[in-house]
């Protein structure tokens, strides 16, 4: 099968990523579909990529072995969770346990088939690719947004401009994930003019867009490549070894030119409107407690009773934007249900009118508002809920239980054991800053995805995490010329 399959194939199919969105979007919002184009296309590369790594001879490659193991263990598992929903639960709902577990174990099972691929003939997974690959995503929320022919971020929930995609908390870490890879460009001096024109870009959408995943991916990596070439400047100057040529002051001016214009653009964007609106109220009264315990002592005893103190519960649940709420209901149904749900998973339309009622886990307005953002669904007098929690590492834990999250991470954490002792033994890795930013990278995507989700269980966003961690194995072993 190696003749279907190349690497000039697999860059065409991540630059083609913004195109797939685009239809899907469009799609959308135009036609009552079951399953769009772009899950069609994603799956059909899935199912082509298992079957490439099932017929691929290992060859007494281990990595090869291992990771057709890794593979056929997932295919194992998969086969019988959808054998244990069909008995166990209501048949005509089957699509949607389908649906879940396509975007779910999209990531793993695209890992494995990508790195096998890439332990025969390997993936050339350049910055200018990723870089490509953002400007293609932000031009078009650009574009979009300067013609005024835009849709809503958050349709009328918020503020923001999403172009003419369709889920902005998705696009938002697809750009929070490219982000490093523009910045890396820019400070390497390759293709200026186009790196210079993509940062700009990026700065206009990051802000039009109204999320604040990809305003904090950009902030970061701009402070993030300060500090790493102060203190890289200062190692030169006491080690005669490994030393790196760059201009220090070009890049902090650079770096400082793009601080400074998120600054003065963030007072002005629909991202500073949309925290306001979601968290102005809680940064009001942690600023009024701040002042109060400023004051003198008796001042601060008469004015006790008018202080409004902020929880840390409260602080998580808004910074986490309700998730807690969701994850709590969810963790009581995985906690009361039977051993083998705990090891196979609750799936993922879940009967939960106990753990809403019965067990009165929540007050009435957290039940209205559940009720308003679409986690209750109520069928045949039953209460169900479709909504993923969208943290992503409890979401495979209760959805797939013990099993399904021992098999999903079993690929992705042998490369990243492969490439931490790699880097253990030769700290020169961490001079190199294409290394270190694709390290930032996975962190940062991880980070992403147990904290606001939208990453390894969106097979979009997914993607382009494999593609940063194929890239940084090729970095550190098989350096592509």
């Avoid at 910045?183 to 210079?196: Q, Y």
């Avoid at 339309?349 to 039940?367: G, P």
């Amino acid at each position: 099968m190696d003749f279907l399959l190349s690497s000039n194939l697999i860059v065409g199919f991540i630059l083609i990523q913004p195109i797939l969105d685009l239809v899907t979007s469009l799609a959308v919002r135009n036609m009552e579909l079951p399953i769009t184009l772009g899950l069609v296309i994603r799956s059909l590369f899935m199912v082509y990529l298992c079957i490439y790594v099932l017929v691929t001879k290992s060859n007494n490659n281990k990595l090869i072995k291992y990771s057709k193991i890794a593979l056929s263990m997932i295919l194992i598992y998969i086969t019988f969770f959808l054998v244990f929903i069909i008995f166990s639960k209501d048949r005509s709902l089957i699509l949607i346990e389908v649906k879940g577990i396509i975007k779910s174990f999209y990531f793993p099972i695209v890992l494995c088939g990508l790195f096998v691929y890439n332990q025969k003939d390997k993936i050339n997974i350049s910055n200018k690719l990723l870089v490509l690959t953002l400007m293609i995503y932000t031009s078009t929320i650009f574009i979009a947004t300067v013609t005024n022919t835009y849709f809503n971020s958050y349709n009328s929930n918020g503020y923001g401009s999403v172009g003419w995609f369709y889920a902005a908390n998705e696009i938002g870490s697809i750009m929070a994930i490219l982000i490093p890879f523009t910045i890396s460009s820019l400070v390497n001096d390759t293709e200026r003019l186009l790196n210079t024109l993509a940062c700009a870009i990026c700065i206009a959408s990051t802000m039009f867009l109204g999320t604040k995943v990809p305003f904090l991916a950009l902030g970061g990596t701009t402070v993030f490549i300060i500090i790493y070439y102060i203190i890289l400047n200062i190692y030169n100057k006491f080690s005669s070894y490994y030393k790196r040529d760059f201009n220090l002051k070009r890049i902090i001016l650079m770096m400082s030119t793009i601080l400074i214009s998120m600054i003065l653009i963030f007072p002005l964007s629909p991202l500073y409107k949309n925290i306001q609106r979601n968290y102005g109220d809680i940064i009001q009264r942690i600023v009024n407690n701040i002042s109060h315990n400023k004051v003198d002592q008796n001042t601060q005893i008469e004015d006790k009773d008018n202080l409004d103190p902020v929880s840390k519960d409260e602080i998580v649940t808004a910074v986490l934007s309700k998730r807690t709420i969701y994850a709590d209901i969810i963790k009581q149904k995985f906690n009361n249900s039977s051993w083998i749900d705990k090891l196979f998973g609750i799936g993922y339309n879940v009967e939960i009118r106990d753990e809403i009622y019965a067990k009165k886990t929540i007050d009435s307005k957290q039940l209205e508002l559940l009720q308003k953002l679409g986690f209750i669904v109520e069928i045949n007098d039953e209460v169900y809920t479709q909504k993923t929690i969208e943290l992503d590492q409890l979401d495979i834990l209760y959805r797939h239980g013990i099993l399904g999250f021992t098999v999903y991470f079993a690929q992705f954490l042998a490369i990243i054991i492969l490439i931490a002792k790699q880097i253990i033994f030769k700290s020169k890795y961490l001079l190199n800053l294409d290394i270190v930013i694709c390290i930032i990278d996975i962190v940062l995507a991880l980070g992403i995805a147990f904290t606001a989700g939208h990453i390894l269980t969106a097979p979009a966003v997914g993607f382009f995490l494999i593609t940063s961690t194929i890239k940084l194995y090729n970095e550190i072993f098989n350096k592509v010329v």
